[in-house]
């Protein structure tokens, strides 16, 4: 089992930056790919960003590519999304995902295992 906490959402004005952090624990962090996803109302869960178990290697969705970074810090068995020049069409709760087969992650959201409870950000124009 393996249990995500999601933090850092909230309402920030078009062009502001906000960090998202998500905490794990039950398993070895360090062995588990991690992503983001975001859902809008009315919309699809969407892939955003994944990041490899070692951090080594990172894959963006294109609507954020040079705009989202995300990182992983397994000492601390956390996983950070910082996102910069926000937009209004970012507005989404975004949730944090584990996926434990390969360890390399995926864009696709049924290939993760576990999932956070999601935390809300809002972009206004």
């Known amino acids: 089992q393996v249990q995500l906490v999601e933090s850092g959402g909230g309402l920030v004005q078009a062009g502001g930056s906000l960090r998202l952090s998500c905490a794990a624990s039950?398993?070895?962090?360090?062995?588990?790919?991690m992503g983001w996803f975001r859902q809008a109302p009315g919309e699809e869960r969407e892939f955003v960003a994944t990041?490899?178990?070692?951090?080594?290697?990172?894959y963006y969705a294109d609507s954020v590519m040079g705009r989202f970074t995300i990182s992983r810090d397994n000492a601390k068995n956390t996983v950070y999304l910082q996102m910069n020049s926000l937009k209004p069409e970012d507005t989404a709760v975004y949730y944090c995902?584990?996926?434990?087969?390969?360890?390399?992650?995926?864009?696709?959201?049924?290939?993760?295992?576990?999932w956070g409870q999601g935390t809300q950000v809002t972009v206004s124009s």
């Open positions: 990041i490899t178990w070692s951090g080594g290697s990172t």
């Open positions: 995902a584990a996926e434990l087969t390969t360890g390399w992650g995926s864009r696709r959201w049924y290939e993760y295992d576990y």
């Open positions: 039950g398993r070895t962090f360090s062995s588990y790919a």
